[in-house]
């Protein structure tokens, strides 16, 4: 594989509710090879909208980075100064977030929103850039584009939103693309065809893509590689392939039983865990005491990698 | 209760936007809600699915006493909406709940995860304890609960406030419950967990549940009834294993046929029964006709009506299904 | 358009409803004060026979639903009564007064208004830092120091010590041609507008940064920040935008407020405007003219906060939607 766009080395990322603190990562590590399509998969509140808010440093305030490294093309994001950020924001990296609505200016109509990134990053002005809107709204299969181009973010579905924030992130021909959930509020017809673009623009125009998803079968369509992330730490890596074929991780096994319509392990009460412990240990049917105690350190198997203390001792069986 | 009545039902619903300029002149019309007719009986799961801006969220809301239709008429247990809301909007509210699609716009970021549940049961003067609230927010999954109680709604991740919207909908055990896209951010598990609470209120207190979902596995699994929307219309409606596993509107089989399957060995290999070319939207005749390969003739020059094909099953369309009639 | 319409006319109509109370509410206080309510009406030192006449104009020996409709008549036709101090109807009084304190008013406001958003924007961006704190701490000085004492401090210093500008008045006698005498009002202006500003600005200042504050941890925030739009645009067309809202209807309702709120302001640096009109209504108890500021007071508020509302229409397309639909 090439050399990573993006490598995060050891993130590990609080927030501060009260006069508490509340890990949402711990020690995260993961590498975005250059035009691939990575997938990060993982239940609700697992710390995905987290661990790619600190890439863009969008965080809100009251995240703090205890440790940890992103590096973009090599240069480390976290101790950019801001100059030198603003020309990655956008124009490098795109991101479209979750919530579609939310995230879009209520004050300001699509139009303005819109062409405000194609003026500043492609340079286009007036029709031009006008048109250059239109054109991106069609590709994001809106029906009556220049109806759309003059709405206000209230007169959105939430699928049209989401959709224009797809059109807002790709305006800017980034060489990076973060999606958090770009799909969840499209139906499959429109679904499937977004991501075809994706995957065009991926193939074309060797765009990277971090997609943030909770949907197996978007990440089946689109992903080359998967990371799986649990309680803030990632459990499990590796080709899309072997993902779904042979998943190591009892928690992905989980997941993927769990599609097929069988039952899944119910969350039992979580009660207080130990900092070190494994997060997934009080749902685990495998978990063996040492889960409890300490966070099992990752090791390579069968061409993937995973951190889990009973696919050790299975290995260690064989 | 007034049982010889079906607890929902719609005559001929119809919802305009326009568009206006400052002066309020009329720029564009977009029929959201179209000439729409149906009736939800007492404990049924009634859903509808359909494409991104057809109208779901604009009947949701409709649905749920939060806007004014243009035209037709609107029942619950017998009673029209306009009065019931009128004569007690508590007791409506009381009565029907929704669960928004997009969760932000009703939150008041000054207020707690508790306050926010406290508030409707304050203002409905149903008593609660503090840990009925703490089991309601078990319920969805949201643990632990003593310390997601003491947080701001903006400081969940976006699956945890959607289920913070569930949680407090069915705080207020309503007859009606409208859950638009409530599960959209949520991952299978947590996805099936939702859906068995919400079944588990259907089965225990009978509460009629109106699903909005594009994910036509969870309505398959989930509702009795489906209906198909599209551009304003119901193009289909019927019970949801049939409609799901043979569709007969155009656009229903392109909706079946278009849910991914969680197999990478399959990827891009999708064939699509639609034109490439999404058209404009037409002003006469079908609205689905531009994207449809079955199309006819007639099709672009008279618009199909939603007519019975078979026991409970209707289908808008001038070329399929019409065999029976 | 002809919602638009519809909009204007309730809000007219609100705004004339709430003349109409001020009236009613100033009927009965000229017809409730014990003694002769044709007395109060003409004035203390009018002539017995002036007296007779305003006795028999508002029909005082008729009852009192009658005297009513004569009264709000009258009003409505602009006789507003006669003042004594003037020996000049009441209404044309004080429209010969309105042109000076709206000029100083507008000004005053619009400069407070100006500079209180711009600091407020600008400090919310940094709060918490020194600069922030400085700002706040000096607009806080200036806030809390009572206008007159101001006044003083800024006639002592700039008309005494350094003779730059007039102690008072409007504009001097005996300026020729257009041009000169707009530079000399002008410079009557400075002092007295200075006072105000200084003044009103806090209040927007403060009003601006706490809502910037809210504004700039809102989603949409992250957007602009993340599609990599400089600070100074953020701040100022993203966030500012949105924290508007408030501040114009903090302005629509201040405004009614000024015509009698520059009253010491006015006294002091002699400007001839409503203040100093009012101070001498009370002084020589001209109660036909204390009402009638009274009234004016109430139609300039009812105006201003319709045309606030107009603006807020124009700034926020959902508050468009509300009003005009
Ligand atoms: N501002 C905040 N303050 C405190 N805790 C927060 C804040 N934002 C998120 N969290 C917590 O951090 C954890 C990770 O949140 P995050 O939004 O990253 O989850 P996610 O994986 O994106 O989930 P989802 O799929 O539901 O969006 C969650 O448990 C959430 O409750
Ligand atoms: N307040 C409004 N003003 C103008 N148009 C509106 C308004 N609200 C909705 N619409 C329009 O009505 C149509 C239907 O919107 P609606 O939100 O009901 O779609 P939906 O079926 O819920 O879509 P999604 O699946 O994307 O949420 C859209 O074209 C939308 O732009
Ligand atoms: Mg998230
Ligand atoms: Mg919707």
Redesign the pocket.
């Known amino acids: 594989m090439s050399d990573p766009i993006l490598r995060i080395e050891n993130l590990s990322l609080s927030y501060l509710v009260g006069d508490t603190k509340f890990r949402a990562l711990k020690s995260v590590s993961m590498s975005v090879p250059r035009g691939s399509v990575v997938a990060l998969v993982g239940e609700s509140g697992s710390g995905k909208t987290t661990l790619i808010r600190s890439i863009m440093r969008v965080l809100p305030k009251q995240a703090v980075i205890e440790e940890g490294k992103i590096y973009f093309e090599g240069k480390d994001l976290l101790s950019l100064n801001e100059e030198d950020m603003l020309k990655i924001r956008g124009k490098k990296i795109s991101m479209v977030f979750q919530d579609p609505i939310s995230h879009l200016n209520p004050v300001m109509s699509v139009k303005e929103q819109l062409i405000e990134s194609i003026e500043l990053h492609r340079g286009l002005k007036g029709k031009e850039a006008e048109n250059e809107a239109l054109r991106l709204l069609s590709l994001m299969r809106l029906k009556d584009p220049q109806r759309v181009l003059n709405?206000f973010p209230?007169?959105?579905?939430?699928?049209?939103a989401q959709r224009v924030l797809i059109a807002m992130a790709l305006a800017s021909n980034p060489s990076l693309l973060i999606a958090d959930e770009p799909t969840s509020?499209l139906?499959p017809t429109v679904q499937i065809r977004i991501l075809s673009l994706l995957k065009e623009i991926h193939e074309n125009e060797n765009l990277t893509i971090l997609l943030i998803t909770h949907d197996l079968s978007v990440v089946a369509y689109i992903a080359d590689f998967v990371y799986v992330i649990y309680g803030g730490r990632i459990m499990e890596y590796g080709d899309v392939h072997r993902i779904f074929g042979r998943p190591l991780h009892p928690y992905t096994k989980d997941l993927l039983l769990s599609l097929s319509g069988r039952s899944f392990s119910e969350p039992k009460k979580s009660g207080t865990l130990l900092e070190d412990a494994c997060p997934f240990a009080p749902r685990c049917p495998q978990a063996i005491e040492a889960c409890f105690k300490q966070f099992p350190k990752y090791v390579n198997l069968n061409g993937g990698v995973v951190a889990c203390h009973s696919v050790n001792v299975g290995r260690d069986d064989t | 209760m007034k049982e010889e009545y079906p607890l929902v039902e719609a005559k001929k619903l119809k919802k305009y936007?326009r568009?206006t300029s400052l002066l309020g002149k009329v720029i564009k019309t977009?029929k959201?809600v179209d000439d729409v007719s149906f009736s939800i009986g007492r404990r049924e799961k009634f859903c509808i699915v359909?494409e991104?801006?057809?109208?779901?969220?604009?009947l949701a809301r409709i649905l749920a006493g939060l806007l004014d239709y243009d035209e037709g008429e609107l029942f619950l247990d017998g009673e029209r909406y306009k009065d019931l809301l009128e004569k007690d909007r508590k007791g409506f509210r009381r009565k029907v709940q929704i669960i928004f699609?997009d969760p932000y716009s009703s939150i008041n970021p000054r207020k707690s995860v508790r306050e926010f549940l406290e508030r409707p049961l304050k203002l409905h003067g149903i008593s609660f304890s503090r840990s009925d609230l703490l089991n309601i927010l078990e319920s969805v999954g949201l643990s632990p609960a003593e310390e997601i109680m003491n947080r701001m709604p903006w400081e969940l991740s976006g699956g945890q406030r959607q289920r913070l919207f569930i949680a407090r909908a069915i705080s207020l055990n309503p007859e009606l419950l409208i859950a638009d896209e409530p599960v959209s951010m949520l991952d299978v598990t947590v996805r099936a967990q939702i859906l068995s609470l919400m079944n588990r209120l259907y089965e225990d207190r009978g509460m009629s549940i109106v699903l909005i979902s594009?994910d036509m596995l969870t309505v398959n699994v989930f509702c009795d009834r489906v209906a198909v929307m599209y551009l304003g219309k119901f193009v289909e409606i019927g019970k949801a294993r049939d409609v799901y596993s043979s569709p007969i509107h155009p656009y229903s089989e392109l909706l079946v046929k278009s849910t991914l399957k969680p197999d990478p060995g399959i990827r891009g290999k999708v064939d699509l029964p639609e034109k490439e070319e999404l058209g404009s939207i037409p002003a006469v005749g079908c609205r689905f006709q531009p994207r449809c390969i079955y199309s006819v003739q007639r099709c672009a020059l008279e618009e199909p009506i939603l007519r019975e094909v078979s026991q409970g099953r209707s289908v808008a369309c001038h070329v399929k299904g019409v065999s029976r009639s | 358009m002809k919602k638009f319409v519809t909009f204007v006319f309730k809000r007219l109509l609100a705004a004339i409803l709430v003349i109409v109370a001020v009236a009613l509410i100033s009927f009965f206080v000229i017809n409730l004060a014990p003694g002769n309510p044709a007395v109060m009406l003409a004035g203390e030192a009018a002539s017995p026979e002036y007296i007779k006449e305003i006795e028999k104009a508002y029909g005082f020996d008729k009852p009192i639903e009658e005297r009513l409709f004569i009264y709000l008549h009258h009003l409505f036709l602009g006789d507003w009564g006669y003042s004594t101090y003037y020996q000049a109807p009441v209404l044309k009084a004080i429209l010969q007064r309105l042109p000076a304190t709206l000029l100083l008013m507008l000004t005053a406001l619009a400069i407070a208004i100006a500079l209180g958003i711009y600091l407020g924007a600008v400090t919310s961006s940094r709060a918490f830092s020194k600069f922030d704190a400085l700002v706040n701490y000096v607009s806080l000085t200036f806030y809390s120091f009572p206008a007159y004492w101001l006044a003083l401090m800024l006639i002592l210093i700039f008309s005494l010590y350094i003779p730059a500008f007039p102690t008072g008045g409007m504009m001097d006698i005996g300026i020729e041609g257009a041009v000169q005498k707009v530079l000399n009002v002008i410079w009557h202006m400075v002092l007295p507008v200075t006072t105000l500003s200084l003044i009103f600005m806090a209040s927007y200042l403060r009003l601006t940064r706490q809502v910037m504050i809210d504004v700039l941890s809102s989603n949409f925030i992250f957007t602009a920040i993340a599609k990599g739009l400089p600070k100074k645009r953020i701040i100022f067309k993203h966030a500012l935008r949105n924290a508007l809202i408030p501040v114009i209807a903090m302005a629509g309702t201040q405004f009614g407020q000024v015509i009698a709120g520059a009253v010491l302001t006015e006294t002091i640096f002699s400007w001839p405007g409503m203040g100093s009109l009012l101070i001498q209504a009370v002084t020589y108890r001209d109660y036909p003219l204390v009402i009638g500021i009274f009234i004016m007071t109430a139609i300039v508020t009812s105006l201003s906060n319709f045309v606030a509302d107009v603006l807020m229409a124009r700034v926020d397309p959902r508050i468009k939607?509300k009003l005009i639909g």
Do not use: I, V, Y
């Open positions: 709405l209230h007169q959105l579905s939430g699928g049209m509020a139906d | 936007f568009e977009t959201a359909g991104s801006g057809s109208g779901k969220t604009t699609q594009h | 939607a």
